[in-house]
């Protein structure tokens, strides 16, 4: 079992910056590959970013590709989300998501934890 808890969210101005994370319970963090999605309001939960267990293989989304950077610490038991050159298309909750197992996905059916969520609002 893990539990997900995200933090980091707020209001911020177009060209700004935030950094979410996402802390996780359990001695096995290491173990899981992590996603992180978003839902806008009457939006289905897009896919945002990928890591692996290792950290050692990522993958973003088109639209959010060379804007943000997802990372993760596993002695601290935590992944990240860096954004950067926010839009106000940015806006919506963000999600961070586990699966058991070094790969990690695209699909949101893919992963079997999720956290609460973060509101992050991008202001034009």
């Known amino acids: 079992q893990v539990q997900l808890v995200e933090s980091g969210g707020g209001l911020v101005q177009a060209g700004g910056s935030l950094r979410l994370s996402c802390a996780a319970s359990?001695?096995?963090?290491?173990?899981?590959?992590m996603g992180w999605f978003r839902q806008a309001p009457g939006e289905e939960r897009d896919f945002v970013a990928r890591?692996?267990?290792?950290?050692?293989?990522?993958y973003y989304a088109d639209s959010v590709k060379g804007r943000f950077t997802i990372s993760r610490d596993n002695a601290k038991n935590t992944v990240y989300l860096q954004m950067n050159s926010l839009k106000p298309e940015d806006t919506a909750v963000y999600y961070c998501?586990?699966?058991?197992?070094?790969?990690?996905?695209?699909?949101?059916?893919?992963?079997?934890?999720w956290g609460q969520g973060t509101q992050v609002t991008v202001s034009s």
């Open positions: 998501a586990a699966r058991g197992g070094s790969v990690a996905y695209t699909a949101a059916n893919k992963y079997t934890y």
């Open positions: 359990g001695r096995t963090f290491s173990s899981y590959a």
């Open positions: 890591i692996s267990w290792s950290g050692g293989s990522t």
